[in-house]
């Protein structure tokens, strides 16, 4: 639960407002136990004493503050790791009072929030919508992000009424946003204070803001979390045996499955309403049934397929169903952020479809067309026909964003109806999994008073954890043949029967091990490849990088494929690999001819044989991502060093630097701080540096031409210089800087740490490149280094800086190095050659 700095204080962050012992509030309101230092609440709630939604509650307390001010720092570009770490240590309910004003934008940390939980599938993630109400389009950001319950804040205690403060959208692509509205004013909670030794009395403390909102709604999913954890579904009373770990998805369909309207749902005020556990939690006093069917995202849809889903509802009582997935990132310049479109679909008597989100004063309209924007779909009937309804699912467009996997989308499904009796009272018997050589075949003799079986299955063998069965497909008969396995891994299979009320007890477990061919993809981090020229006599490009991991039991072995190519916006394919099957993690291109740039992709192949990977026929990743390098000799001529990011390209790149075509002032390429289409990186400090030169003059002149629209003065890029190998010191260009950090605030909210007094090329060249020069502070023999660094903040992103045309007078050129011109054994990179200088 971040929020605030280690040991919560009340500072003041530059151009905001107290904090106000921020994170204790938000925990409190989440997980806090009202009684005294040592005597903690009852677990069983007899008493009421002003605790927390989840007392008891285990808080995970991540510090992304700074100390002094309370500001929050580091997060953009570091939220990943934050999440991870969260997850590795059990957490599954991710709590966010913070963000950033983006208007509806959706930025990097929506991106990044994202790409979190299409990884983390078992996690949800909560965020504060923002307190820049009333007006439409202000949601902050990450409550930007597609997966995320992004909160609303409604009055004090039981009111049903936004407050005025409270962010609304909806976001700049058309999106439903906030997701859910809870309490958000005058709220009471735990009171922090500046004594960070003895513990105090409880005392609480009034707040307002999404802020408070939001550990309300978290802390309410913490219950909804240990509904399913403590084997509540499907029966309402407390069994082990149904224990159950639910995935994200399913816990956010839940939670907007039951909802308390407070308008005209769905809308960009109220979002789908206020928290309402009651109205859909299933226990065996209640009067509202429960069902819900969730899907992995290596056992979803695919572009074309649909499952599908049938209940029998009873007249007299409210009828809703709801999907919702977490969805792959798409580009930040995307006019519409959904990559994987599913489609919700509901037939009853009649016969008579609803779809997904088509809704008039609150309740579903027959008509209308498919969602194509969001990630959650509801149908909502207030007054529905007793009969057999049938719920579909539709992968109507599932094309992912290109990562392994994403071509295939998972989805958790909740639907809840008035309450039946189940005929299903006994398990299936004779359970067995075959494995065949497309599927593991799972037969089982029929539950009595089963439709339908409902599969599930866990990896590895039946000692796997009870929580850990998912469910993998509906069986109308026997067998159940599940075509989505991994060959070489053992699964383990329990099977329940159901009818249109619920479903049944779990049968026994069996296991058997996949003979299907293994399609995972190695491991393999491509942002660890580096390369560089060798600097030595003959034309030599090295590369190295960190060793990839197959997944794939039965091909073990990874060897690598080496791409290159003399642009940077080639496709790995036959036409451009260099070598197949290189089996260590350094290799020299010594084909690499003098002053030319060359850009490689370094791909990681498994041992297996029926993927199609170029080596041996294995699975291969598919990263596209390069590293440049450009060969020359280690020796240097006086004269003019220039670096136009056309060949040859000297500079080296610290990420998100690159080279592209979208802008130059001369020739094809330029260096720009951020991927092509998108604005550059919040919270990043990165740099790109020249390799050392040499002066042959005593007056050398740097001159360059750069084009930028950047943050005014939060955000910048600066000059800097090293002589000798010496420390990195300011080279601003003659006459100034156009600019500075002033608004960065004390201490500097930037990345980099630049003082608001520091120059810096901010704001806008007003679309053009300009020229910018200065004299080098060194003498003739030194040897310099030039760098260019980016800095920016948490947040407000824009196009970025293009860098081109760099020259150095009174410096000096790399000397060519010596080219192979016939390499013998070139496959097994045999550098014995015919070589030649070339000038």
């Known amino acids: 639960m971040p929020g605030a700095s280690e040991y919560d204080d009340n500072q003041t962050c530059p151009g905001g407002s107290s904090t106000s012992f921020h994170g204790t509030h938000t925990s409190g309101t989440m997980a806090g136990d009202r009684n005294n230092v040592a005597t903690p609440t009852d677990p069983m709630f007899l008493s009421s004493d002003e605790d927390g939604m989840a007392p008891n509650a285990q808080i995970l307390f991540q510090d992304v503050g700074n ?42 940390s929506d991106q990044e929030v994202d790409n979190a939980l299409w990884e983390l599938e078992d996690m949800i993630i909560f965020y504060s919508a923002g307190n820049n109400g009333p007006g439409s389009n202000t949601i902050g950001s990450p409550g930007n992000a597609k997966n995320v319950v992004t909160v609303g804040a409604l009055g004090s205690a039981n009111s049903t009424t936004t407050a005025s403060f409270s962010s609304r959208g909806p976001t700049d692509d058309g999106r439903l946003k906030p997701d859910i509205q809870a309490p958000g004013t005058s709220v009471l909670s735990a009171r922090g204070d500046d004594n960070d030794s003895t513990p105090s009395c409880p005392t609480p403390a009034s707040l307002s803001g999404t802020s408070m909102s939001t550990p309300t709604v978290a802390g309410g999913t913490g219950l909804l979390r240990q509904y399913f954890v403590d ?109 994987n479109n599913l489609d919700l679909e509901v037939e009853g008597p009649g016969p008579t479809l609803w779809r997904g989100n088509v809704f008039s004063g609150g309740v ?20 529905p026909t007793a009969g057999t309804y049938t719920i579909r699912v539709k992968g109507t467009a599932v094309p992912g964003n290109s990562k392994h996997g994403t071509d295939r989308q998972g989805y958790g499904l909740a639907a809840s109806y008035a309450n039946c009796a189940t005929a299903v009272v006994a398990a299936p018997t004779g359970v067995s999994a075959t494995a065949m050589p497309g599927s593991i075949d799972v037969g089982f003799t029929a539950a009595g008073g089963a439709t339908v079986h409902n599969v599930y299955r866990a990896d590895g063998d ?42 049944g007890p779990l049968s026994s477990c069996v296991t058997a091990t996949s003979t299907q061919p293994c399609t995972l993809w190695p491991t393999f981090d491509n942002d660890e490849v580096v390369a560089r020229n060798a600097s030595v006599e003959a034309c030599h490009n090295r590369l190295t990088w960190s060793a990839g991991t197959s997944h794939c039991p039965l091909g073990l072995d990874v060897t690598y494929n080496i791409y290159r190519s003399t642009t940077p916006y080639f496709t790995p394919g036959p036409g ?47 990263s596209s991502g390069w590293v440049k390098a450009t ?65 042959s003059s005593s007056s050398a002149v740097l001159s360059y031409k750069a084009r930028y629209n950047l ?71 030194s040897t310099v280094q030039i760098r260019w660094r980016f800095s920016s903040d948490p947040a407000s992103e824009e196009a970025g800086f293009f860098l081109d045309e760099v020259s150095i007078t009174g410096a000096s050129v790399f000397d060519s190095c010596t080219a192979a011109l016939f390499v013998d054994g070139f496959e097994g990179n045999d550098t014995s050659a015919w070589t030649a200088t070339l000038p």
């Open 576 to 622: 451009n690999l260099l070598v197949a099957g290189w089996p260590s993690t350094a290799f020299e291109d010594a084909s690499a001819m003098p002053h030319v740039t060359y850009y490689y992709v370094v791909r990681a192949e498994d041992g297996t044989t029926v993927s199609g990977g170029p080596a041996n026929g294995g699975n291969e990743s598919q």
């Open 67 to 108: 100390d002094t001010t309370g500001c929050l720092t580091g997060t953009t570009g570091d939220l990943a790791l934050m999440f991870q770490q969260a997850h590795s240590v059990g957490v599954r309910v991710h709590s966010n009072s913070w963000g950033s004003s983006t208007g509806g934008a959706y930025g990097s």
């Open 462 to 503: 039946c000692s796997a954890p009870a929580g850990t069965f998912d469910f993998v497909g509906t069986a109308s008969g026997t067998p159940f043949s599940d075509s989505l396995t991994q060959g070489g891994y053992v699964y383990a299979y329990k099977v329940r029967g159901a009818d249109g009320c619920s479903e």
């Open 231 to 339: 084997g509540f579904y499907p029966t309402g009373a407390r069994t082990a045996a149904n224990t159950r770990n639910p995935l994200g998805s399913l816990m956010k369909a839940v939670l907007l499955n039951g909802t308390r309207n407070l308008s005209n749902m769905p809308s960009n005020a109220d979002g789908w309403g206020r928290i309402f556990l009651d109205n859909n939690l299933f226990f065996n006093t209640g009067d509202r049934r429960l069902r819900v069917w969730s899907r992995a995202n290596d056992v979803g849809l695919t572009t074309g397929q649909m499952h599908t889903y049938t209940v029998v509802v009873p007249a007299g009582a409210e009828f809703r169903a709801t999907v919702a997935w977490f969805d792959p990132t798409a580009a930040l310049g995307a006019g519409v952020q959904l990559v």
């Open 711 to 781: 943050e005014s003065t939060w955000d910048g890029v600066v000059t800097e210089i090293s002589v000798n190998g010496g420390p990195w010191t300011d080279l601003p260009p003659t006459g100034g800087y156009p600019s500075s950090f002033s608004s960065t605030g004390s201490p500097p909210v930037n990345a980099c740490g630049y003082l608001s007094s520091h120059g810096a090329f901010s704001g806008s060249s007003s679309g053009v490149f300009s020229t910018f020069s200065s004299t080098l502070p060194a003498t003739a023999g």
């Open 631 to 695: 060969a020359y000799a280690a020796s240097s001529t006086a004269g003019t060093f220039t670096d136009g990011a056309d060949t040859p390209s000297y500079l080296t790149l610290e990420g998100p630097w690159t080279v592209t075509n979208t802008q130059a002032s001369a020739g094809t390429f330029s260096y720009h701080n951020a991927a092509d289409g998108q604005n550059y990186l919040a919270d990043t400090c990165a740099a790109i540096t020249s390799p050392p030169i040499v002066l």
């Open 364 to 383: 579903s309209t027959t008509g209308g067309t498919a969602d194509a924007l969001n990630t959650v779909e509801q149908v909502r009937l207030t007054a």
